[in-house]
């Protein structure tokens, strides 16, 4: 595929957001290259997810297990559902990365309900993403929340 | 009820059963705070965090705010985060490296050991009556270190550390003869969770093996799935920590559960800890060197899952986690999770036990999640029927040499646990 521009960056990553909303699970797995990784570092400006401590670190098998233990009719914790609203802007890449992979820095808001509860997860994500002839695939994703290091309840859905 | 002298409280509790009230009376949370955490010895920080004179670290014991500090004499002790003239927090942040502590409020300046320096214009308090060697940060009254894990109480009198930690103290012994070079450090971050639940509904579930099977059916079953399609170790690893909650009754009863005095337990392991990789068997040999093989075999065979130091503080020996409890309403718990580093050990054994922390501990655990779900539903059904009992008679116990021995699915570690509670609560303060 040829390299993508911005505009077609941008339109990846709301169709990513819309899986993610839709509880798409394995669908947005599938956005990752088989040897993608998801990343949800503790701190911010964490270098190291081997040596410190992530809210979620996960490759693709770790994720389809997450993806099958929320579709689990015994999954007290989504007993009540999760549903959440996203919203990407701010979209830029942000210079190639390994091998003609394309970075593309994004910020994002994510409304998230269940159980009448409600709370905003908000920050920046890197996306290294790889043109392929499939299109587009994620590499790695990874998840600087603005709060990243303060107390957490219960993250139980993809961010 | 008056807080200070009402010691009828303790009646809400008996041996085999507890009253709903203790889980959601927000005056009775207050007299925990006073009586249990009061003057439980509370963990505060490990010695690592303030290796150099200056190097201070902040905590919250019973929702008072503290600082643990290195003093220029080498000496760690906890200090009131508080100044003597206005109150205002002296030290802000996790913590950092000073040569002197400065309230950013009027400048007061006081020494490591918490000693007043300096005032701005001291001359304006002549003759005003203010004495000023009354004006020193306080040191919490009793502060002490257990192999460089530090814990502090707020009451003046009571048993000393060595005693309050009575033959528990094995487990973090254990934790530490586990290091090739026979130390350990915090390293690589904190989770910093909040439960939607009173303190002790959480300690209720530490050496629970009843409900595994139950609550962790939605990620046992994906977790052995994941564990036989990984294709590299660490993968496969936290597959398996996920997968090992689907052992069944008979398993869980023969895992050997021991209740200390004071509301102390362990539990021994049920999830594996050795392994074949390269970096293990380096590890090993690395601790067989400090160690001789006899010994090492002793220490590594020491399996435990987890211990319960009540009522602050749980440790996983095996895989050098550490969560600290704290209570912040009566259906509010704020619990922080550490990872310890053993010195001298490959690498690889401190990211194993990062992903181990990643899998269960991190807010995102696919384990956890069905736990804190289940006790938000205590914590919202136990108002219910407000003046009636919970059980825990299930499961009996045996005396043994340093405790009482049971297993995973006898609730003899809670019924010591409220033994605890009431003693505490019995008495006026």
């Known amino acids: ?159 | 009820m008056d807080v200070r002298t009402d010691t009828s409280v303790a009646a809400l509790v008996e041996d085999g059963r507890a009253n709903r009230r203790i889980y959601a009376d927000p005056a009775i949370f207050e007299l925990e705070m006073r009586r249990i955490f009061g003057r439980a010895w509370l963990y505060v920080g490990h010695e690592s965090q303030v290796p150099k004179a200056g190097d201070y670290a902040t905590a919250t014991l019973a929702r008072q705010p503290v600082i643990m500090v290195r003093g220029a004499d080498g000496a760690v002790r906890v200090l009131f985060n508080s100044c003597p003239h206005r109150g205002a927090l002296v030290a802000t942040g996790r913590g950092g490296h000073v040569e002197s502590f400065r309230c950013d409020y009027h400048g007061w300046t006081f020494r490591l050991d918490g000693a007043l320096q300096s005032i701005p214009r001291e001359g304006d308090y002549a003759g005003t009556g203010f004495d000023r060697a009354c004006a020193d940060m306080r040191l919490v009254p009793r502060a002490d270190s257990y192999r460089g894990f530090v814990f502090a109480s707020l009451a003046a009198d009571g048993p000393d550390l060595a005693a309050f930690l009575g033959p528990a103290a094995a487990n973090l012994d254990n934790m530490v003869d586990r290091a090739p070079d026979g130390e350990l450090e915090i390293a690589g971050g904190c989770f910093e969770t909040l439960q939607r639940n009173n303190w002790k509904i959480y300690l209720e579930n530490l050496h629970d093996g009843a409900h595994a099977m139950i609550v962790h059916q939605s990620s046992f079953g994906p977790g052995k799935a994941a564990a036989s399609a990984a294709a590299d170790p660490l993968t496969r690893f936290r597959a398996e920590v996920v997968a090992a909650n689907s052992q069944n009754y008979e398993q869980m009863g023969a895992l050997e559960v021991t209740s200390y005095a004071r509301g102390h337990s362990d539990m021994r392991g049920f999830r594996r800890a050795a392994s074949d990789e390269p970096y293990y068997l380096d590890y090993v040999a690395k601790l067989e060197e400090r160690l001789g093989k006899e010994r090492t075999e002793a220490v590594l065979g020491t399996q435990r899952h987890n211990a319960m130091f009540y009522p602050g503080m749980s440790v996983h020996p095996v895989f050098m986690q550490l969560r600290v409890i704290q209570p912040l309403a009566a259906d509010l718990t704020r619990v922080d999770i550490w990872v310890l580093r053993m010195k001298g050990a490959p690498a690889w054994m401190h990211r194993r036990n990062v992903a181990f922390a990643n899998t269960v501990h991190s807010p995102s655990s696919i384990v956890k999640a069905d736990d804190l779900e289940i006790y938000t539903r205590v914590q919202r059904g136990v108002v219910a029927e407000g003046e009636g009992w919970l059980d825990q008679r299930r499961g009996t116990e045996a005396a043994g040499a340093d405790g009482a021995r049971s297993t995973a699915l006898s609730e003899a570690f809670i019924r010591n646990q409220y033994r605890a509670w009431r003693d505490y609560m019995a008495a006026e303060a």
Not at chain 1, 9 to 16: A, D, H, N, T, Y
Not at chain 1, 31 to 55: I, K, M, N
Not at chain 1, 71 to 81: D, K, L, W
Request: charged content about 25%; proline content about 5%; glycine content about 8%.
């Open chain 1, 1 to 159: 595929m040829s390299t993508p521009g911005r505009a077609e960056v941008e339109q990846f990553l709301i169709e990513e957001a819309a899986l993610l909303d839709r509880g798409a699970w394995e669908a947005w797995i599938a956005l990752f290259t088989v040897d993608g990784w998801y990343w949800v570092p503790a701190s911010p400006a964490q270098s190291d997810p081997f040596d410190h401590v992530s809210l979620f670190f996960e490759n693709r098998p770790l994720m389809l297990m997450r993806a099958e233990r929320l579709r689990h009719p015994r999954a007290h914790g989504v007993a009540a559902p999760i549903r959440t609203s996203r919203v990407v802007g701010n979209v830029q890449l942000v210079g190639g990365g390994d091998g003609g992979d394309i970075l593309a820095r994004s910020r994002f808001h994510m409304t998230e309900v269940q159980d009448n509860r409600q709370r905003v997860l908000a920050g920046t994500c890197i996306h290294r993403l790889a043109a392929t002839d499939e299109g587009l695939r994620i590499r790695v994703k990874r998840v600087d929340l603005v709060n990243a290091d303060t107390p957490h309840e219960a993250m139980q859905v993809f961010i």
